[in-house]
């Protein structure tokens, strides 16, 4: 479980083919991450990974086919940047939102625009996830928790701070950039809920009667 405050960046040192997989040695920054260790997990922009070596400066880890064709790791060279959250701990502070390292899509940038000193970003998202995603509410992009400034059919806009910029890999974006989107895991919960009401469950109207959704006519 991982908060989308990205700790700090590290890069890409290896890639090794096995079989399908793929092995990831990934060079950690000089601070702001820590020990891992070996069977921990670390978000790796924003893939959920195990290190299966660990050391002070670098650690490794196995990547399944899957996870190369449905990410942004398989599009990663020998010396690409990429942001890095530890795990959280039990009484850490959660000062994001709830972010499970499970990637939803693939995106792509599509605008930058200067906004004073921040940055406004506009990506385009796969149809199917565009239900998942609401204007003030959360979604990870390459791992970072950002709030949702707008939503026109299958794009959002979000704005970046000058510290993102600086302290993630999101100061490096462009146009056509390709990121991992993870949208928020309270919406895949609630639709799911409603697909299936069991007797005595929640549905559309239970929402309605508490005050959680609205008609919009």
Known sequence: MFSGLVKGTGRVAARTRHAADERFVIELPPEGIGPLAVGGSIAVSGTCLTAVTATSDRFSADVSAETLAVTTLGRLEPGSRVNLEPPLKAGDS??????????DGVGEVVAVDAAGRSKRLVIR????LTRYIATKGSVAVDGVSLTVNAVRGAEFEVNIIPHTLDKTVIGAYERGTAVNIEVDMLARYLERLLQAPVEGGIDIETLRKHGYARDHR
């Open 94 to 103: 959660l000062d994001g939102h709830i972010v499970t390292g499970h990637v």
């Open 125 to 128: 998202v796969p149809p199917a």
